[in-house]
């Protein structure tokens, strides 16, 4: 049984709020326990935060600080199978999934945060004044303070550094309320912030839920200067609402319930390959994740044929075997909704194509295991159509027009991410120009360049991060006006 520490001021401590089970969601077993922290052990973490600040981390010079965040890089990899190992416990997912993609961006994170601030520019005018003088402006970047960084559980280490890094990396500290259900990374990188030699009190974490534990008391805790979240949309309307006192500014990365679109042009082997990634991936608990699927009708059965293989080609089991491509989901809690939503699409007289239920691995009884699932038929005022399910689950509708499709497309109130298969140059261009989202990728998904904008438009968030736009949230952007 292992027990995680919240990590204040350098030194891992037991929380003084209640305690909670960590579960191994391939077994359902306990394999640890959570101590939380207590609204004082917030306040003495955010209190750290802001010392650090005003001591050593703030007298650092960029190129000191750099230096330290490039290790920080070095020390993840470094011990790699620790980092591998503690976020398989934590979410089930396969080592296949871990080691390619939540481990080594957790390391990137770092180094492309660090390449970013080392090439930040402010812009400088100069400008005539009536006595013929002139004057001469110019912008300077400031951290914006102490930061909260609020985390979900489907990509832990990796979606923690995509905000610790760049606010590391802009001189900011920070108070880490990791997801509940995923305490192991964001503890241990604790140890890796003292073994490279950042100062006490840059990093901190403390556990606990969100309503009346430490998510609530960080985000209220008005020395708190800015707060980034990752997590479901109704959390971030929450948090909205609590940085509003202090008038305190926020990033939300939050829910999705993205559309594919599929036109008959599309080069059909590349695209069952992306578009099957895109709905089963991290056993669909990825928030770009594709939930529904225009298909051009005269593809569709064909398409949809191909999907169904692709669904049931997965293989279940040990996460920690090379050879299993699909986890559990996360908890039993959650497995209940996203079956909840199993029956809602046989209830609403779905066609059910593949999948559609639990699944049992033998082995591993007490698993949360759900069947990766494709779907057809439901209207599109279904519930299915319109929650985001957060499962490994799709459903496919066909479509004639381009039009149509964008329509289609778009009828949400989420606006995170698309995916358009298409060959025609011209369409890819004009139908990605006109969803309503932050992201759209055509003939991929989840390509990442860190230095683009990542954020969602409408319910999905509020905010861009990603390389410069990352700058603009956690520094505090000021202009120097000199008479000559
Ligand atoms: P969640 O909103 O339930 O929890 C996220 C975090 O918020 C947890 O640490 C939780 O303890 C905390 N929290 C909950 N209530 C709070 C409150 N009132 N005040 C402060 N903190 C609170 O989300 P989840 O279930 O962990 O993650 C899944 C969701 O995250 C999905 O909706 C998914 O789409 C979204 N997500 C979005 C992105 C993105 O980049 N847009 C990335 C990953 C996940
Ligand atoms: O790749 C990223 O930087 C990112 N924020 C991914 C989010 C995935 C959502 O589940």
Known sequence: MTEYLNFIDGRHVAGRGPAFANHFPTTGEVIGEIRSADRDQVDEAVGAARRALKGPWGRMSLAERVGLIRKLADGI??????????????????????????IPRGAANFNVFADQVMTLATESF?????????ALNYAVRDPRGVIGVICPWNLPLLLMTWKVAPALACGNTVVVKPSEETPATATLLG???????IPPGVYNVVHGHGVGSAGEYLTQHTDVDGITFTGETRTGEAIMAAAAKGVRPVSLEMGGKNAGIIFDDADFEKTMEGIGRACFANTGQVCLGTERIY?????????????????????????FDPATTMGTVISAKHRAKVLGYYDRAREGGA??????????????????WVQPTVWTGLPEDSPVIRDEIFGPCTHLQPFDTEEEAIALAN?????????????????????????????????????????????????????????????????????????L
């Open 351 to 368: 066609t059910i194509l593949a999948g559609g239920g639990a699944a049992g691995v033998k082995g591993y009884e007490g698993g949360y």
């Open 411 to 483: 009828d949400s109130r989420y606006g995170l991410a698309t995916s358009i298969w298409t060959e025609g140059l011209g369409r890819a261009h004009r139908v990605a120009r006109q969803i309503d989202v932050g992201i759209a990728w055509v003939n991929c998904w989840f390509l990442r360049d860190l230095r683009t904008p990542f954020g969602g438009a409408k319910a999905s968030g509020i905010g861009r991060e990603g390389g410069v736009h990352s700058m603009e949230f956690y520094t505090e952007l000021r202009n120097i006006c000199i008479k």
């Open 295 to 319: 298909v051009q009708r005269g593809i569709f059965d064909r398409v949809a044929e191909g999907l169904a293989a692709k669904a049931a080609a997965y293989r279940f089991g040990d996460p």
């Open 77 to 102: 990899n470094a011990r790699f199978d620790e980092f591998l190992a503690a976020e398989i416990r934590d979410t089930g997912k396969p080592r296949s999934i871990a080691s390619h993609i939540d």
């Open 191 to 197: 140890e890796v912030m003292n073994a490279v030699g």
């Open 126 to 134: 100069e400008m005539a004044t009536p006595d013929g003088a002139g």
